[in-house]
């Protein structure tokens, strides 16, 4: 299967039903996609198929096929995104291990609604789970971003 | 406990070799350490500094970082007390090594309790420094002081650049006595508010590695079917099924475990395999059928009205003050209530996962766990070696919550690689649904309270019953009932006005595994004691904040006399360093009010409730609207913090907000039942966790000014918020929710 990745061109030679999850990190070693249901429940294993946010631990990697995913790695080279910079400087992460996956559903959803309301950022967002409680910050370096009033966040 | 100060240069330059360097960690197989024309020579005044003779800095985090922050506030507390500039400071992540001092990442104590030999530590280095330097000045040391990687002599403003003096200051004598600080204001980083997180970048670009992103080539990955009943065991299972599934290369039967469960894995089938995918299919066609054992008659709802009816008989009693039976018997007006709050399940985000290598006489670990050094003793023990034959390497951690204090899942990795043999790299992946239905719960618990009030509404008599499946049983299966220590997290250190007070611990006969999660008993106590001093407030139809300030009564240090115990274990403290104070925790109710506008609450629903735990003292005031689909939703939260000096202030604001949430999440949904044995819920979708409609649109946070000496911060956050929740749900909609998760009776 020849898939891009990341701005790419790869050949997989797997089980075309595998998750995409699973042959991102055991085959192609693109770690930053993490598992953390296996369900589509907790969004941590969320990257970019033809710029649409999808599940990569339900996403058999045949749909990928002939198509381009893009990783929290290739979302920038180097954590220039305007999303990272505002994780960076609001300091989002506590434990860290889930905010990749909230970045990229964060991206997807700026692309298509570049000024989101509240109702907008929580439904978009609402199949991200954060164990550590980021959700504040989370929604507060959305808005930063996206330039709109933000009245919440840590004070 | 206190680090071993004096280390000799051999023992630090032996650890620069192993475990894995940080900032972005380097993946397996590149060099794991700075570099050793570095490490050569230096100054080394303690295990967890070293200073190369070109200044490079080193300083090692010795505790685990799972989200509250250590790896960015450890070096900055260190460095400060040094002297260094921050860009010149490299962080390495210890391995498992009893040389550092106690390593256990849990009960919110690594500050609290190494606040001190940090700073001496840090001050050894400076002091050696500066001694070097006021020597080649020919200057007293006094008229020296560091900054910035320099020596600076106060008087001429003459400098010398740290490696400059390093050689000089490492042939001095390590001081190990009449250490001296600098003075607080001159500790600087701690107090800035906007300290950049050390793993920052690595956590937005993906690069953090985590436990499974750990990767040997040829790497195999184990997945394994574990008993759905503790106690339970393999009665018979198909491996010929298993090994046909493509990219499946090996079936092992794990050991079947012997009660006490300690940390001992579960047992069950292994199924190694080329890929995650292959090894959770091949799982799949094991066709197992389990002989359940014992425990198989474990059944929540049958457990719950058995420990109902152990608070409702007589229990064991550990506080005792006045007595109790005479003030009911003359009350004006009695309140009673009864609470229940189920097994809690950590659920770090990161599911358990480790990664082994068995050869010859050697073992190599990497993994995301609190406790390294537990997890060392644990192999060594397998795998009948030496512990110095076994390595721990500490990976970043997705979370863990007590979780991953627990060695079961790294004993498994090891075993698995010691049956494979040869050096043959293993991952054991834990699934989202083992970690659901493998649980080392937070005990369930019910508990009943009763108050007698005088005829002007004062309490005279306070009486808690409380019955929950003890810790202590996992450790030791004939233990029943919680023991008198077990009652201090919130029952027998709690400061109440009371005359008459009693407290009892109640029989409850452990069926399963427990075992901490963040802030553990406080959890079921606070809300149960947050809960009651609410209902008694509208009992008196009087003010929750007056009420509870009554409760508690004046501001004073409470004797174990007052608190009607023999002792108290104090989260490790003495008494004397952290005392039960009653206006330290009444400081907080008032500064949670003020900033929630408390007095002015007409028409809004406002929840209050506040607590001790970890020595520190915390406040909640929720609010809560009415929602349409939902019937409630938070809107709005405040919490106020005296946890003494704190070390990164960033982070402990993000403590308590993450702290808030993980307590909403917790009241709302949280509760790992049972059926025969068995945990009912499986994954995200019914073992339900907080998502961010769930969360209030403002946390306003607030800490406490203090020059008291550090008190834990991770989990005192957590335990008011049940019953604040509890209580603005009430003052909403005049529904009294006494059991969690509240979703139930609410119908979300």
């Not at chain 1, 075309?16 to 055991?26: G, H, S, T």
């Not at chain 2, 990795?413 to 989202?432: M, P, S, Y």
Request: proline share 6%.
């Amino acid at each position: 299967m020849k898939i891009k990745i990341n701005g790419v061109d790869k050949t997989l030679d797997v089980d075309p039903e595998m998750p995409l999850l699973w042959a991102l990190r055991d085959v192609l070693g693109l770690t930053g996609t993490k598992y953390g249901c296996g369900e589509a429940l907790c969004g941590a294993c969320t990257v970019h198929l033809d710029g649409h946010a999808v599940r990569a631990c339900v996403t058999p990697v045949r749909r990928a096929e002939g198509r381009a995913v893009t990783t929290i790695e290739g979302l920038s080279a180097d954590g220039s995104h305007p999303l990272q910079q505002a994780w960076l400087e609001l300091r989002v992460p506590q434990c860290g291990f889930c905010q990749a996956g909230q970045i990229m559903t964060a991206a997807a959803l700026l692309a298509v609604k570049p000024k989101p309301s509240d109702a907008e950022i929580d439904q978009s967002m609402a199949g991200n789970i954060c164990r550590c409680g980021t959700y504040t910050r989370i929604r507060s370096a959305i808005k930063k971003v996206a330039g709109v009033p933000d009245d919440g966040g840590n004070q | 406990m206190t680090l071993p100060l004096k280390l000799s240069r051999r023992a630090f330059l032996a650890g620069l070799g192993a475990g894995l360097a940080v900032g972005v960690m380097p993946r397996v197989g590149r060099a794991q350490s700075p570099s050793d024309k570095k490490a050569a020579g230096g100054l080394a005044p303690h295990v967890l500094i070293h200073i190369a003779l070109d200044g490079t800095t080193t300083i090692v985090c010795h505790r685990s970082e799972m989200g509250q922050g250590i790896r960015s506030s450890l070096p900055i507390l260190i460095g400060d007390e040094i002297g260094v500039d921050p860009k010149r400071v490299v962080v390495r992540q210890a391995e498992g090594d009893k040389k550092y001092g106690d390593q256990n990442t849990d009960g919110s104590s690594s500050i609290r309790e190494q606040y001190d030999s940090y700073r001496n530590a840090g001050a050894a280095a400076r002091m050696m420094l500066v001694a070097a330097a006021a020597k080649r000045w020919k200057v007293k040391p006094e008229s020296c002081t560091t900054e910035n990687h320099f020596v600076l002599h106060r008087p001429t403003k003459r400098t010398l650049a740290f490696a400059d003096v390093v050689e000089a200051a490492s042939k001095l004598p390590v001081p190990n006595k009449d250490f001296v600080l600098r003075p607080f204001s001159e500790l600087k980083g701690i107090a800035d508010p906007k300290l950049p997180l050390l793993d920052g970048l690595a956590y937005v670009t993906g690069t953090a590695q985590f436990g499974a992103d750990v990767r040997f080539p040829d790497m195999l990955t184990a997945v394994i079917a574990r008993p759905p009943v503790v106690g339970g065991k393999v009665a018979r299972y198909d491996a010929k099924r298993a090994l046909a599934v493509p990219g499946v290369r090996k079936v092992i039967e794990m050991p079947v475990p012997k009660p006490p469960w300690l940390f001992q894995p579960w047992g069950g089938i292994a199924v190694v395999a080329d890929s995650t995918w292959a090894a959770i299919k091949g799982r799949a066609a094991l066709d197992i059928t389990w002989d359940h054992g014992p425990n198989a008659s474990y059944n929540s709802d049958a457990y719950r009205e058995e420990l109902l009816a152990s608070v409702r008989g007589k229990g064991t009693t550990h506080r005792d003050v006045g007595n109790i039976d005479t003030a009911f018997a003359v009350a004006a007006k009695t309140v009673e209530a009864e609470y229940v709050v189920p097994h809690l399940s950590q659920m770090p985000m990161e599911p358990l996962v480790a990664v082994a290598r068995v050869t010859k006489g050697q073992a190599e670990v990497w993994a995301p766990t609190q406790n390294p050094q537990a997890n060392r003793t644990s192999v060594a023990a397998l795998l009948e070696l030496p512990e110095d034959k076994v390595t721990i390497n500490v990976t970043l951690l997705g979370g863990g919550f007590g979780r991953k204090s627990k060695s079961d899942f790294v004993v498994e990795a090891a075993f698995i690689a010691k049956e494979l043999g040869d050096g043959q790299a293993v991952r054991v992946q834990w699934t989202r649904e083992d970690d659901v239905k493998h649980g080392y719960y937070n005990a369930v618990s019910a508990q009943r309270l009763r108050a007698a009030l005088d005829d002007k509404g004062a309490v005279t008599a306070w009486h808690h019953k409380t019955a929950f499946t003890p810790i202590g049983g996992t450790f030791n299966d004939k233990l029943d009932t919680p023991a008198a220590d077990d009652l201090m997290q919130g029952v027998t250190d709690l400061a109440l006005a009371a005359p008459n007070v009693r407290a009892e611990a109640c029989k409850a006969p452990l069926h399963t595994r427990v075992g901490w999660y963040r802030s553990v008993y406080n959890i079921f106590h606070a809300f149960a004691v947050g809960s009651f001093i609410d209902e008694i407030a509208h009992a008196r139809s009087a003010d929750p904040r007056e009420v509870w300030l009554d409760v508690i009564g004046p501001a004073r240090k409470m004797s174990l006399a007052e608190l009607g115990i023999p002792k108290q274990p104090n989260y490790g403290e003495t008494l004397d360093k952290h005392p039960v104070d009653a206006g330290r925790l009444r400081n907080v109710i008032e500064r949670v009010t003020k900033m929630a506008s408390w007095s002015n609450r007409k028409g809004r629903a406002l929840g209050l409730a506040a607590h001790r735990s970890f020595v520190a003292y915390s406040a909640v005031v929720v609010s809560v609207v009415p929602d349409p689909v939902r019937v409630f939703r938070i809107d709005d939260a405040w919490i106020s913090m005296d946890a003494g000096i704190v070390v990164n202030q960033e982070r402990v604001h993000s403590q308590l907000e993450g702290g808030l949430i993980m307590g909403i999440s917790n009241a709302l949904y949280g509760g790992a039942t049972m059926t025969n044995g068995a945990t009912d819920q499986s994954n995200f979708r019914d073992a339900r966790v907080a998502r961010i409609r769930d969360v209030p649109h403002r946390i306003h946070t607030d800490i406490v000014a203090s020059t008291e000496p550090p008190s834990g911060v991770g989990e005192p956050p957590v335990p008011p918020v049940g019953a604040a929740v509890a209580n603005a749900i009430f003052a909403l909609t005049g529904k009294r929710l006494r059991e969690m998760p509240f979703a139930k009776a609410l119908k979300i």
